[in-house]
Nanobody, 117 residues
């Protein structure tokens, strides 16, 4: 069984910072891509950032220059450092991992990020 647990969400004023963390546990093996997604009310879930096992990075245009994704392969963790937060960053943020050897993607339960103007 695979489990992902996120932490670090909360309420912050515009211009502030938050750091999200996610730890994966269980029958994981080798993790390919680790990602952060978000879903705002009434909107589709969207990719925020992802990082491969060889540290290739990809960011949504809306967060480039403000968010930084990082991972620790030894600890099976992925973090998302968010700076210069905007009200439009308000969403539930989900951690996700890709396990090709299982042919599946796994998701965390989500953590709420609210940015007030």
């Amino acid at each position: 069984q695979v489990q992902l647990v996120e932490s670090g969400g909360g309420l912050v004023q515009a211009g502030g910072s938050l750091r999200l963390s996610c730890v994966a546990s269980g029958s994981i093996g080798s993790i390919n891509v680790m990602s952060w997604y978000r879903q705002a009310p009434g909107k589709q879930r969207e990719l925020v950032a992802c990082i491969t096992s060889t540290s290739v990075l990809n960011y949504a245009d809306s967060v480039k220059g403000r968010f930084t994704i990082s991972r620790d392969n030894a600890k099976n963790t992925v973090d998302l450092q968010m700076t210069s937060l905007k009200p439009e960053d308000t969403a539930v943020y989900y951690c996700a991992i890709d396990l090709p050897w299982k042919g599946a993607m796994y998701w965390g339960q989500g953590t709420q990020v609210t940015v007030s103007s």
